[in-house]
């Protein structure tokens, strides 16, 4: 970590005296207020897919998305988006605590710890010395990619985002300079260059790299906060908020977002605007430490010291209980290695050069590299959609079949596997195989809706069960009421002649969705049927 110093007048608080304190404390503190209030199996987004878990939007609409993505943009397209997966970086050991609230499903990385325990590391704790051998192997896999397509742009932006993720950041900004060479138009290189940059005290030079990214690309919030940031660090306050007004603009606001605007406010002199802007952080992340004492500091300034008090005796609460999990946690050792995100990391970096093996038509590895992907990340879909789709255009799906076979044996309480082995059996036409599957994954995930809607839409194209269809569907839709879920409850309730059943229905999935127009269409032949 990057220790700098500020003048009194570019500081507010946060930069207020704990700023390098919470600068590791903050993803902890986010990742576990995810996790407390949530209680679904798998992450809500996927920026590969383009889906939302649990939005109502069926893995069957997910599999179209990436044949649609393919067939509109290119497999190169698709490509990259696979590559700058990898960008997520772990932390090194001296960074780990922050990564302590990322954990793995049972069966997640299984693969990647055979052997470890013999040889010169032998003496090193296993969760250390699996990390370091998946760091080393995502840079033999993404050097024999470059090595075996050199003239291919991507590939050097691969390799640079695995240096990069080893912490062998001149190697990456040499390669990423290489892949720019190539195609000078590749934004997600020159945001791992920014990042990089910043991370080296530059912040004049990672705003110019940010900025050659939005010339280059289409924003996302992540990288307009990060140029907030920057910007903030130079003192350009009001080009700061700017960039993370556009955050907040481009996607559903996150907290921290609003937290970033919040300090660009006090370092503006915008003590109200800042309040406001630390509000709206904690009412989307309730126990938002540093959130909470922005708005003591922006209480204090405007002379509100009863609401500063409240305040200040929350943020007190919060800090003693981050540091109790600070301390809790980093007594683990897969936390002090940092290990379940390297896994993570590493499977992005797998998946980067499978996308690019798929391009250059080596299947046989892509495939490979496609499926260690999954058991490394357990929980991420992109991966096990990303094969599916592959056997579904090859017309293999037989051989996906055992594929995902192979994966569910080696991680057996995990539902997302019996989903993909319920899906390939339902396109095979076999229907007791895939109902059995969707079944286990109801038992596994007995609140996720995707099994319940997977199940009802089973027996839905079959054209059987529909009074069990009809129950599925509405468990969907009380688990996750969204659009997608009522349209299908108001299907399987004209299979089952409930006509004011599936009225009803349908009018919930327009109010939820008013623009969708299969959802129109529906409610109007409902209502002019005979």
Known sequence: MVLRSYSEKSVFVDRFSLRLFYHRLNNLRQVITVRQHSDKLLPKTDSFLGFQIGSGRGLDEVWESTQTESARRGMLGALFLGIVLAL??????????????VTSTPGGGGEASAGL???PDRDIPQPQAEA??????????????ADAYPKDALTYALLGAAYYNSGQSEEAINYLQKCLELSPGQAEAYEILARAAYEKGRPDEAARLWQEWLNHGPANPDSMNRLGRALMDLGRTEDAIRSLQQAIRLSKASSESYYLLGQAYMQSGDFRQAKESFQQAITLVPDHTQAYFGLYTACMRLSQDEEAGRYREQFQKLEANDRRTLTD????????????LVRKTVARTFFGAARLYQAHEQTGKAVELFRRSAILDPDNPTYRAALEAYFSQCNALAEGLAVFERIATDQPENPLNYLFLGRIHGRLDQFEA??????????????WAEGYRALADLYLRANRKLPDAR?????????????????????????????PGAIMAANKALALSPSEGKYQELLKQLKEAP
């Open 471 to 499: 129950v599925m569907a509405a468990r969907a839709c009380e688990l996750e009421p969204s659009g997608p879920h009522f349209f299908l409850l108001a299907l399987t309730c004209a299979k089952n002649n409930d006509r």
């Open 434 to 447: 895939a109902e059995r599957a969707y079944r286990k994954v109801q038992e596994l995930g007995p609140k």
């Open 132 to 145: 370091a051998a998946l760091k080393q192997e995502a840079l033999a896999v993404a050097r024999e990619v």
């Open 329 to 340: 946690r980093s007594a683990r050792s897969d936390t002090l290695s940092g290990l379940p």
């Open 88 to 101: 997520w970086c772990w932390c090194e050991p001296a960074q780990a605590q922050g990564t302590t609230a």
């Open 117 to 119: 325990g013999n040889g």
